[in-house]
């Protein structure tokens, strides 16, 4: 658990005590913050990612959250709202992804389910989604077969006999990184 994740989210909720109106805000948490919350890596990040639902309330934390805003400037992190088609997400994602505990009124903040997560990366595959990704594998959390369902359930409207060069590019992307984690490559 990352102390200045953790004062982040503290003061987002706070923040949105006074206008909840007794609703909860789920943070499907992804992205680079997500490794350093959940698994202590050390890489540096500026934001907070979390999957867009498209609420009054999320857009409200957005509003006092997001880049930019007084309070991203305090904290030195902000709230960044990813479309669920942008990496994409696999289906089903939040229903295996785990709530974390937390002192909270209104946030409630989920984990994605680590395959779900390492899928995210594999569209854009930049030099730091590879480098996560090598700290997902070297973390021994990941598992080829496992990665290989999350990734056709971010696809399931797509095949590769469609042409679609995102989709192309993600499934051409799996096979360096089960390369390097089944040990068939040293670099990823």
């Not at 805003?69 to 305090?74: I, L």
């Not at 709530?99 to 680590?114: K, M, P, S, T, Y």
Request: hydrophobic letters at 40%; aromatic letters at 8%; a negative charge.
């Amino acid at each position: 658990m990352n102390p200045e994740i953790l004062r982040f989210l503290q003061e987002l909720d706070v923040a949105l005590i006074p206008i909840a109106n007794g609703q909860r805000l789920d943070l499907y948490h992804l992205g680079r913050s997500a490794l350093v919350w959940r698994y202590q890596a050390t890489f540096s990040t500026k934001d907070i990612d979390v999957v867009q639902m498209r609420t009054s309330l999320e857009e409200k934390a957005h509003e006092l959250f997001g880049q930019g805003s007084a309070m991203a400037k305090e904290l030195g992190l902000y709230l960044d709202l990813v479309p669920d088609g942008l990496p994409p997400l696999p289906g089903g994602f939040r229903g295996r992804s785990s709530e974390v505990g937390g002192n909270w009124q209104v946030i409630r903040l989920w984990e994605l389910e680590v395959h779900d997560l390492a899928v995210t990366k594999l569209k854009a595959f930049r030099p730091q989604d590879r480098q996560d990704l090598r700290f997902l594998c070297d973390q021994g959390v990941l598992q080829a077969d496992n990665l290989r369902q999350s990734l056709e359930k971010a696809w399931i409207w797509s095949t590769a006999k469609d042409g679609n060069d995102n989709r192309d590019a993600a499934f051409t992307n799996l096979e360096i990184v089960i390369d390097y984690l089944q040990g068939r490559s040293a670099t990823l």
